[in-house]
């Protein structure tokens, strides 16, 4: 079933066991629901249009003078504020289409997304003209299922998760379908 | 002169209740407030999820956090996001009034020139009223940066959220401004016309002037619908109070920010409501004096 994700962490009961949804695992967010350990680990990654200032220019210092945009709720907004740490508060958009958007109108400088989102969103031309600028290093961000606030499934899920990383299921995954990731460069926040 | 039922109140006739004396009055009014309080306070309180609601909804380090805000963890404050609020509510009213009069007077002409300007006057206010404002927030804010053009395509986004506030308002003020202007008793356009006023005087100096003070209070009304719905702005990416509790929630997995953001809008508007209430018994109060025999 399809589940949004503002409604996944509302309390009271939850209409599934667990939702596998790219959700990354954060402490803050652990306080109010639980997540499995990892099942893949993300990083960051910098997206501007091709020709820009940022694609050249993205220092550490740089970095903080653009305008930056992102999807509410992100943890890739989350590094905008604690990493990047601009100047201009970043706008905040409701989908990651309207980011998009906003970044082929020249309204926000360049986003931030995870490499997986942001190497479909470059290559599919859903942004005529968008470029990935590189890939921030990792930040230790995973992505993990999200269960209620102590489901005792939890174990379950994790013990079924360690099998696939130790019999390296996971990682022949990631190599069938994430190669590419490993080509982009990486730059600092 | 004796005072019928109907005066008692001095707000017009009672609607619920029966009769019997202040005391009593006071008594059952008392008792039904405080029954019905405690009810819903029980049910509050005694539900099964109660804890976790209230944790979730009225978490006192929530309220505060998200109230004062830290970028630095992720966050916005709400009491200086309200300011964005309040800004664009005060520059869209000044261009609602004064293009949605504007409406108003070329829908009312009468002249056979000016029947191209009434057509698109009313295919206006006809679009305009039957959009959702938040369709039009959205074509203005994506559709004029997308035109790449100088001035227009690189404005912010409250910019372009007080355009399609001023847009969709205006459709429906220019209504209320319609309304009042022929509530106005033909009569007194004949009397005007005929002291020797051109249409455009009688209009400024005798029409417009009954015909607003009939309509303050519905146009406070819309001014108070307006306020709420600067917070649709937030989805062109500006950081509004809304937007800034949606960044808290999001961030924090707790929707203790909403609460406070509903109550810093009920703070905007609890006066102007009750400034509304005010004027509507002053002007019922001068009518029914202007009435009596």
């Known amino acids: 079933m399809v589940e949004p994700f503002d409604s996944s962490y509302a309390p009271g009961p939850k209409r599934f066991d667990f939702d596998i949804n790219e959700i990354s695992y954060s402490a803050q967010r652990a306080q109010a629901v639980s997540f499995s350990n990892s099942y893949y680990d993300v990083q960051q990654s910098l997206i501007a249009l091709k020709g820009s200032p940022i694609v050249t220019a993205h220092s550490p210092a740089d970095l903080k003078g653009y305008v930056f945009g992102d999807q509410i709720g992100t943890t890739s907004l989350s590094f905008i504020n604690t990493l990047i740490q601009p100047t201009q508060t970043p706008k905040v958009f409701n989908t990651l289409n309207d980011v998009a958007q906003a970044l082929a109108t020249k309204q926000i400088a360049a986003f931030v997304t995870d490499t997986p989102t942001a190497q479909y969103i470059t290559s599919s031309g859903e942004i005529p003209k968008s470029v990935m600028v590189g890939q921030f290093p990792s930040t230790g961000e995973h992505y993990g299922l999200l269960f209620s606030k102590g489901d005792p499934l939890v174990t379950c899920v994790n013990q079924t998760l360690a099998t696939l990383a130790a019999n390296g299921t996971l990682t022949a995954l990631q190599k069938k379908y994430l190669q590419l990731y490993l080509t982009v460069p990486t730059i600092k926040p | 002169m004796a005072e019928s039922p109907l005066d008692l109140t001095r707000r017009g006739p009672r609607l619920l209740g029966g009769g019997g004396g202040q005391t009593r009055a006071v008594a059952l009014s008392t008792a039904s407030t405080v029954v019905v309080v405690a009810v819903i306070a029980a049910l509050f309180l005694l539900a099964p999820g109660s804890a976790q609601v209230r944790h979730t909804f009225f978490s006192p380090p929530?309220?505060?956090?998200?109230?004062?805000?830290?970028?630095?963890?992720?966050?916005?404050?709400?009491?200086?996001?309200?300011?964005?609020?309040?800004?664009?509510?005060?520059?869209?009213?000044?261009?609602?009034?004064?293009?949605?009069?504007?409406?108003?007077?070329v829908r009312q002409s009468t002249g056979p020139v000016m029947l191209p300007l009434r057509v698109v006057a009313l295919l206006y206010v006809d679009v305009f009223r039957g959009v959702p404002t938040i369709l039009v927030i959205y074509a203005v804010g994506f559709g004029l940066p997308a035109l790449d053009l100088n001035v227009v395509s690189t404005q912010g986004p409250a910019v372009y959220g007080v355009i399609a506030l001023v847009l969709s308002y205006s459709a429906y003020v220019c209504e209320v401004f319609r309304a009042g202007i022929n509530a106005v008793p033909l009569a007194q356009v004949g009397a005007a016309r005929s002291v020797g006023l051109t249409q455009a005087q009688s209009m400024r100096y005798v029409i417009l002037p009954q015909a607003v003070r009939t309509i303050i209070p519905p146009l406070l009304n819309d001014f108070i619908s307006l306020q709420k719905d600067t917070a649709l702005v937030s989805v062109l990416g500006s950081i509004e109070a809304n937007r800034a509790a949606e960044i808290y929630s999001a961030t924090v997995f707790n929707y203790s920010s909403y609460v406070v953001a509903a109550v810093l809008f009920l703070i905007l508007t609890i006066p102007l409501a009750h400034f509304t209430d005010h004027l509507i018994a002053r002007d019922r109060a001068r009518r029914l004096a202007g009435a009596a025999p």
């Open chain 2, 62 to 105: 929530d309220l505060w956090h998200s109230l004062i805000g830290d970028p630095a963890k992720g966050y916005y404050s709400i009491g200086a996001a309200i300011w964005l609020n309040i800004r664009m509510f005060l520059v869209a009213e000044v261009f609602i009034l004064v293009f949605a009069l504007v409406l108003a007077i």
